[in-house]
Every structure is written in C-alpha cells, then in structure tokens.
C-alpha cells in the first residue's frame, strides 16, 4: 500500500520514538494514555524474525489499547523485510516503519540502519518491498545523513516518498554525531520542502515549548520525542496543548504532583510484570524507575536499593519510603530555622 499517512486520523500531533530496550508494550501503553499520537516498538530484526527468533517475535506483540502502532523492522535485504511484513501481519499492527537511522556498531556493521543512508538505491529497493507487501501504511526513520558534510535526507526522502512511504521521520544528526550536540532542525525542514508526504520532526525536543518552536521553523507535521519522554510520558500532553494552542510557546510546562506519577508507576510495574513476569519485568523496568524519581527530593538516596529490587512489591516499598522522605523535606522547609 502507497498512500501518504492521513495526520487528521491522528489524536494530537506528539508522538513517542522507537527505542530499543524502552519501548516496551508497558512504557508504549503509558505513553498512549498520556496522549501520545503514535508510537514506535522497539526495532525488530528482520534477519531474526526469518529464523523465528521466538524472542524478537514476542517484542513484536502489543496491547490494543496502543493502537496506533508501529513495528519498527530493521536489516539490509529488502526480501527479509518482505517475509517480515507477511510473518507480522496477523498481528495487524496500524504501521510498520523502517529504521534508516541507528548508529549501533552491531547494526552499522551488518549493513543495516544508518549504513543504508549510504546506499540510496538499497534504500528504495528495501521500501518498495516493505510497501508492496503491506497491505497498510510503511512509514520511514531516517537521519540527516552518514555525517558532517553528507547531510543527504532530502534525497533519501524523494526515494522513500516514490517508493510509496507513507511518513518519515527526520532525526537531525548525521551517523557519525551518534546522539553528541544538538539536533540541526534546518535539515527536517529540507525534508518537508522536498516532499509531500508528513514529515514528523525528531531531535532534542523536552518541552512543548520546544516542540512548538520546532513545528514553526521546519514546518513538519508531527513531533517525535525519544529521550525527554522516560520518565515523563506527561510530556505529550503538554506538548499536544502547545501544537493546538495559539501562542502555546507561552503556555506553563505541566507540573505533575507525585500521587498522578505513583498511579503511572504502579500502572507500569502491572503490565511489566504481566508481560515478562517477576524478577525479569522488575529488572527490565528499573531503569525507568529510575527516570521517573530523578529529582525528587531523597531519590538519590534509594537509587541503589531501586536498582536492585526484583518485585513489584518491594519496588512500591521502596517509593512508599520515598513519599514519607518528601513529606519530611516538605514539612522541613516550612520550618522555621533554629537560632
Ligand atoms: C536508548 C535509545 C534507543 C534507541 N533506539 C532506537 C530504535 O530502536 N530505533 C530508532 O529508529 N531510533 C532509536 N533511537 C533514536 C530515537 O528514536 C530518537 O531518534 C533519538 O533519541 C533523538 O530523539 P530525542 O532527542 O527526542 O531523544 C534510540 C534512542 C535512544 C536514546
């Protein structure tokens, strides 16, 4: 299938970026009920779903309650993203998307990712298989381009777009810049001016605010946020108000009081736990956990004991110490100071 991804079936314009070992089910369900538009699994070879790689194929699953969703393939010959999509496809996921992006030394290494940003004619040959096997959607990921100097997005856009892609995503660094610097949002523009499918704008965006500035300068349709949404799906509400509001750079970033963080925090320990069972789902999730108390008065305290909690019950104790420890600093710093 080769049309252009239709943004007004969208529920807001914030969507969350594929990462691997993150976006899980659990994490991609949090963020869908904070309002995130769309979201990304995890990327998914498509050389270990030809093996039936019962592991890879078990991160392919997801809730209905995610949809839209899009699984994320990733490889170098574009018959095993053909087979893919055909392995995939009783799922039904909304998307599938190809990742032309990551720099990992293991992916770049086998061709696969960011390395196909060098090879534009692969690119092509790797899309117009994924579409003409997909009877949905095909969107794309791709970098500014292999590095400093080589910025080629707009070309690889063209190709995507005339190989019936229906999105991309622009993530403005090169290979070579990894996730060093800031994001150069002037090439996300040269995308969208290059083509007339959406182009959803990725790269250093941690507010609405951001968000808004970055929709203004390059024009792109969508925004995409990796890094500033762990431990703060909230953020895709804000960023959502800010995209709909006139004026919305002015509009106050959302503060979340901690009882609304708890109910999240249970709420993903529930599903971690039903998908990947105890200690795994605990393991798995410290590291968000770690996200969500960052800066609250008294988390770098329990930091250690979180990161080695195995169950849920022992990780809601720990936060249960938390809430007292906030509770005293709070009362603490209404005190008068002894003479
Ligand atoms: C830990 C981590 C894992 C990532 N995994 C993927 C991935 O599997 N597929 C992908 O296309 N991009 C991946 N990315 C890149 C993000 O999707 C995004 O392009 C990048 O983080 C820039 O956006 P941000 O500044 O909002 O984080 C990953 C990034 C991080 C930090």
């Known amino acids: 299938m080769g049309t252009a991804l239709d943004i007004s079936q969208l529920k807001g314009r914030a969507v969350l970026a594929p990462m691997a070992g993150i976006t899980d089910s659990a994490f991609r369900v ?44 990733f490889g170098k010959r574009p018959q095993a993203y053909a087979d893919a999509v055909a392995l995939l496809e009783p799922l039904a996921p909304d998307f599938y998307d190809l990742n032309f992006g990551c720099p990992a030394p293991k992916i770049v290494k086998n061709g696969g990712g960011s390395a196909l940003l060098k090879e534009p004619e692969l690119v092509g040959q790797i899309a117009a298989a994924a579409v003409q096997a997909s009877p949905r959607p095909v969107l794309a990921k791709i970098r500014s381009g292999w590095e400093v100097g080589a910025e080629n997005a707009a ?32 090439v996300i523009g040269r995308v969208k001016q290059a083509v007339k499918i959406p182009v959803i704008g990725n790269g250093d965006v941690r507010s609405g605010a951001d968000a808004a500035r970055m929709a203004e300068e390059t024009g792109c349709d969508l925004v995409m946020v990796g890094r500033a949404a762990l431990g703060n799906p909230f953020l895709f509400t804000e960023i959502n108000e800010c995209l709909n509001t006139e004026g919305g750079r002015q509009k106050a970033e959302i503060a979340v009081a901690w009882p609304e963080k708890l109910a999240v925090i249970i709420q993903h320990i529930e599903m971690a736990v039903a998908d990947k069972g105890q200690p ?59 003479e």
């Open 30 to 73: 949090i963020c869908r009920r904070h309002g995130a538009a769309l979201v990304y699994s995890e990327m998914l070879s498509t050389e270990a779903l030809s093996r039936r790689h019962r592991k890879t194929l078990k991160m392919a699953g997801f809730r209905e309650e995610e949809r839209p969703v899009a699984l994320q393939l």
């Open 155 to 186: 070309e690889i856009a063209k190709i995507l777009e005339s190989s019936g892609i229906a999105a991309i995503a622009v993530h403005g660094r090169t290979k070579s810049q990894m996730f060093s610097g800031t994001a150069d949002w002037a």
């Open 280 to 338: 795994r789902g605990i393991r798995e999730m410290r590291k968000h956990l770690g996200w969500y108390i960052k800066g609250i008065p008294g988390a770098a305290a329990l930091h250690q004991e979180l990161m080695r909690a195995e169950t849920g019950e022992e990780v809601l104790g720990l936060l249960e110490k938390l809430h007292s420890s906030m509770v005293h600093h709070h009362c603490g710093e209404n005190e008068q100071a002894p």
